[in-house]
C-alpha cells in the first residue's frame, strides 16, 4: 500500500494584501487527496475481508467518483458506479475526473433508481460520501489543525472551507470545539446547508456558520467573477484551486473581513483535475479576459 502524506502541510499565503494560512490537503497525495480523501480515508484504514465490488452513484464527473476509483483500485476491488447521465461530448471526448476513474478500471453503468440493499461482498457508498464513516478521516484532519497550532503557538484561529453537503464543515467543527469553522453554501443554498448539518447533528450551537454574498450562487455556473479570483489567486499565491468550490469560498471569506481579523486557515480540499473540463469551459467563454487587471 502506498503512503499518504500525513499531516498535510500548512503555509502562509498573502492575497489582496491579508495575510491566511493554507492547509494543503490537496497535496496528500497525487491521486488520493483533498476533501474526498479525507472522506474515504476511513475505508483505506480499515480491512473488509468479505468485500469485492465497491459500488455507489451520482454525476459523471465527481471528485467523489474519480475518489472511489483509487480507493478501489488501492483495495482490489471492483468499481461499479451508476450514473442517470452522461453528455454525449463527454462520452465521445472522455477526460477529468470521468477519464481518470475509468483508466482506474470503474464500470459505469446509466440506471435511473440504484438499489440500497446488497451482498455482505458490496460495499455501498452514498453520494458524494455523505455518511457517518466520514468522521473518521475529518477528526484526523481536525488532529493535525490542533497539533499544528500548539507546535506553532497561535491560539486564535479561525477556519475556513466552502462547502457541498456541510459533511467536512460538520465534523471540523465538531472537533475543533475551541475554534470558529466557517463555510459558505457552493451547492444548494443556506437552507439547504443548515437542513445537512441537522440530519447529521441536532444541536444548532455546534454547527459551523454559514456565510454567503447577497446575490444567488448556482453551481457549476461560469461566473465571470469565479474565473477572476481564481485566476487572482493563482497569479498571487502560485497556488491552483479548484474551480467549482474555491471561487466562490474566496469570494465569500473576502467579503466578511470580521473572519480573518484573527488569524485565519483555509482548507484547500483538493478538486483540481476536475479542473480539466470546466478551465476550457471558462476560457471560451470569457476569452477577452484582461489577466494583466484583474
Ligand atoms: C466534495 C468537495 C467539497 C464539499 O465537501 P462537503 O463535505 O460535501 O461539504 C468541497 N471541495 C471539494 C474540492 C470537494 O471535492
Given at each position: 500500500m502506498k503512503t499518504l502524506h500525513f499531516p498535510s502541510p500548512i503555509q502562509?499565503?498573502?492575497?489582496?494584501?491579508?495575510?491566511?494560512?493554507l492547509k494543503r490537503d490537496d497535496l496528500i497525495d497525487s491521486d488520493f487527496s483533498g476533501n474526498k480523501a479525507r472522506k474515504f480515508y476511513y475505508?483505506l484504514q480499515?480491512?473488509?475481508?468479505?468485500?469485492?465490488?465497491?459500488?455507489?452513484?451520482?454525476?459523471?464527473?465527481?471528485n467523489?467518483?474519480y475518489s472511489?476509483?483509487v480507493l478501489?483500485?488501492m483495495?482490489?476491488?471492483?468499481?461499479?458506479?451508476?450514473?442517470?447521465?452522461?453528455?454525449?461530448?463527454?462520452?465521445?471526448?472522455?477526460?477529468?475526473?470521468?477519464?481518470?476513474?475509468?483508466?482506474?478500471?470503474?464500470?459505469?453503468?446509466?440506471?435511473?433508481?440504484?438499489?440500497?440493499?446488497?451482498?455482505?461482498?458490496?460495499?455501498?457508498?452514498?453520494?458524494?460520501?455523505?455518511?457517518?464513516?466520514?468522521?473518521?478521516g475529518i477528526?484526523a484532519l481536525?488532529e493535525e489543525i490542533?497539533?499544528?497550532?500548539?507546535?506553532?503557538?497561535?491560539?486564535?484561529?479561525?477556519?475556513?472551507?466552502?462547502?457541498?453537503?456541510?459533511?467536512t464543515?460538520?465534523?471540523?467543527?465538531?472537533?475543533?470545539?475551541?475554534?470558529?469553522?466557517?463555510?459558505?453554501?457552493?451547492?444548494?443554498?443556506?437552507?439547504?446547508?443548515?437542513?445537512?448539518?441537522?440530519?447529521?447533528?441536532?444541536?444548532?450551537?455546534?454547527?459551523?456558520?454559514?456565510?454567503?454574498?447577497?446575490?444567488?450562487?448556482?453551481?457549476?455556473?461560469?461566473?465571470?467573477?469565479?474565473?477572476?479570483?481564481?485566476?487572482?489567486?493563482?497569479?498571487?499565491?502560485?497556488v491552483?484551486?479548484d474551480?467549482?468550490?474555491?471561487?466562490?469560498?474566496?469570494?465569500?471569506?473576502?467579503?466578511?473581513?470580521?473572519?480573518?481579523?484573527?488569524?485565519?486557515?483555509?482548507i484547500h480540499q483538493g478538486g483540481v483535475l476536475?479542473?480539466?473540463?470546466?478551465?476550457?469551459?471558462?476560457?471560451?467563454?470569457?476569452?477577452?479576459?484582461?489577466?494583466?487587471?484583474?
Amino acid at each position: 500500500m502506498k503512503t499518504l502524506h500525513f499531516p498535510s502541510p500548512i503555509q502562509s499565503i498573502t492575497f489582496d494584501e491579508h495575510h491566511f494560512y493554507l492547509k494543503r490537503d490537496d497535496l496528500i497525495d497525487s491521486d488520493f487527496s483533498g476533501n474526498k480523501a479525507r472522506k474515504f480515508y476511513y475505508f483505506l484504514q480499515h480491512d473488509f475481508p468479505d468485500v469485492r465490488k465497491l459500488v455507489s452513484y451520482g454525476s459523471a464527473q465527481s471528485n467523489a467518483m474519480y475518489s472511489l476509483s483509487v480507493l478501489a483500485k488501492m483495495k482490489g476491488w471492483e468499481f461499479e458506479y451508476a450514473v442517470d447521465h452522461i453528455a454525449d461530448y463527454l462520452k465521445a471526448h472522455p477526460h477529468g475526473n470521468y477519464k481518470a476513474a475509468l483508466d482506474n478500471g470503474m464500470k459505469i453503468i446509466q440506471k435511473e433508481s440504484i438499489s440500497s440493499s446488497y451482498p455482505k461482498s458490496v460495499l455501498f457508498i452514498e453520494e458524494g460520501g455523505r455518511q457517518q464513516e466520514a468522521e473518521f478521516g475529518i477528526r484526523a484532519l481536525a488532529e493535525e489543525i490542533v497539533a499544528w497550532k500548539e507546535e506553532n503557538d497561535i491560539t486564535q484561529l479561525n477556519i475556513f472551507l466552502p462547502s457541498g453537503t456541510g459533511t467536512t464543515a460538520l465534523f471540523l467543527q465538531k472537533y475543533l470545539p475551541s475554534n470558529r469553522v466557517y463555510t459558505t453554501a457552493c451547492v444548494g443554498d443556506e437552507n439547504y446547508l443548515k437542513e445537512q448539518f441537522l440530519s447529521l447533528e441536532k444541536d444548532e450551537n455546534v454547527h459551523p456558520v454559514t456565510l454567503s454574498l447577497d446575490k444567488k450562487h448556482h453551481f457549476a455556473k461560469l461566473y465571470k467573477e469565479n474565473y477572476k479570483i481564481w485566476l487572482k489567486l493563482h497569479q498571487q499565491t502560485g497556488v491552483e484551486f479548484d474551480l467549482l468550490y474555491d471561487p466562490l469560498g474566496w469570494r465569500v471569506l473576502l467579503a466578511h473581513p470580521e473572519v480573518f481579523s484573527i488569524p485565519t486557515l483555509y482548507i484547500h480540499q483538493g478538486g483540481v483535475l476536475g479542473n480539466e473540463s470546466m478551465l476550457p469551459r471558462y476560457e471560451r467563454k470569457y476569452k477577452d479576459i484582461d489577466k494583466d487587471i484583474l
